[in-house]
């Protein structure tokens, strides 16, 4: 059994005080990704091809708006039009606006970005499943960490057989970090609203104060913009 990819990033997030650091990762992985597209990938040929067929989705479209090179978005969306004209032809009976219908949703449905980000991130679950079965201390960095997003605990589970022979011990070590932190953020929410009561604004809110933005990591995963 072999890693299916570098572990130095893994040991280094699982350090980051932070909700999840699987979101942390995928930041890494995605941000390539991003670069890529704005950068030699808009020249080569199968990746045009691939953007004609899938696309993006609106939020890495707004991610690739958001970063320089503008002319490198505009030639792929551009190549990506292209394609979409063909469900631009006229139409004269309801039977083909129908069909038509199911054709333009399904084709809005994939993102070039999120396969291959996906993708990459299915071969982190694996590795870290791996991890916990062939590097002695990992589990530590599971139990010190603060759990995972929703998404990516479940992400979590889906994969644990990885961990080969010591599978139930894994799945046992992810469920109790993570009932602990969501247990943990859960009372800090509570506190949060506690101290909004008039006869305790005075009493200051530690850690509380960031509650609510911590349980939106937790249950949504991190905004990456
Ligand atoms: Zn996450
Ligand atoms: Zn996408």
């Given at each position: 059994?072999?890693?299916?990819?570098?572990?130095?990033?893994?040991?280094?997030?699982?350090?980051v005080d932070c909700e999840c650091?699987?979101c942390?990762?995928?930041?890494?992985?995605?941000?390539?990704?991003?670069?890529?597209?704005?950068?030699?990938?808009?020249?080569?040929?199968?990746?045009?091809?691939?953007?004609?067929?899938?696309?993006?989705?609106?939020?890495?479209?707004?991610?690739?708006?958001?970063?320089?090179?503008?002319?490198?978005?505009?030639?792929?969306?551009?190549?990506?039009?292209?394609?979409?004209?063909?469900?631009?032809?006229?139409?004269?009976?309801?039977?083909?606006?129908?069909?038509?219908?199911?054709?333009?949703?399904?084709?809005?449905?994939?993102?070039?970005?999120?396969?291959?980000?996906?993708?990459?991130?299915?071969?982190?679950?694996?590795?870290?499943?791996?991890?916990?079965?062939?590097?002695?201390?990992?589990?530590?960095?599971?139990?010190?960490?603060k759990g995972f997003c929703l998404?990516?605990?479940?992400?979590?589970?889906?994969?644990?057989?990885?961990?080969?022979?010591?599978?139930?011990?894994?799945?046992?070590?992810?469920?109790?970090?993570?009932?602990?932190n969501f247990?943990r953020l859960s009372s800090e929410l509570k506190t949060f609203?506690?101290?909004?009561?008039?006869?305790?604004?005075?009493?200051?809110l530690g850690d509380a104060e960031t509650a609510l933005p911590r349980m939106r990591i937790k249950l949504y995963g991190e905004k990456?913009?």
């Amino acid at each position: 059994m072999a890693y299916h990819i570098d572990t130095g990033l893994i040991k280094e997030k699982f350090k980051v005080d932070c909700e999840c650091p699987l979101c942390e990762i995928q930041k890494i992985v995605e941000e390539q990704f991003l670069h890529e597209f704005l950068n030699d990938a808009v020249m080569e040929e199968n990746t045009r091809i691939t953007v004609g067929k899938k696309g993006f989705c609106s939020r890495h479209f707004d991610m690739l708006f958001t970063r320089q090179n503008k002319l490198s978005v505009a030639l792929q969306i551009g190549t990506r039009a292209e394609v979409l004209q063909n469900y631009m032809g006229e139409i004269k009976s309801a039977k083909q606006a129908k069909k038509l219908a199911e054709q333009i949703d399904d084709a809005s449905k994939r993102c070039v970005i999120c396969s291959l980000t996906e993708d990459s991130m299915v071969k982190y679950y694996k590795t870290i499943a791996q991890m916990f079965t062939k590097e002695k201390d990992f589990f530590k960095s599971i139990i010190s960490s603060k759990g995972f997003c929703l998404h990516h605990y479940a992400e979590l589970l889906r994969y644990s057989s990885f961990a080969g022979f010591m599978k139930d011990e894994y799945v046992s070590v992810l469920s109790s970090t993570q009932n602990r932190n969501f247990n943990r953020l859960s009372s800090e929410l509570k506190t949060f609203c506690d101290k909004h009561d008039y006869r305790r604004a005075l009493e200051p809110l530690g850690d509380a104060e960031t509650a609510l933005p911590r349980m939106r990591i937790k249950l949504y995963g991190e905004k990456i913009e």
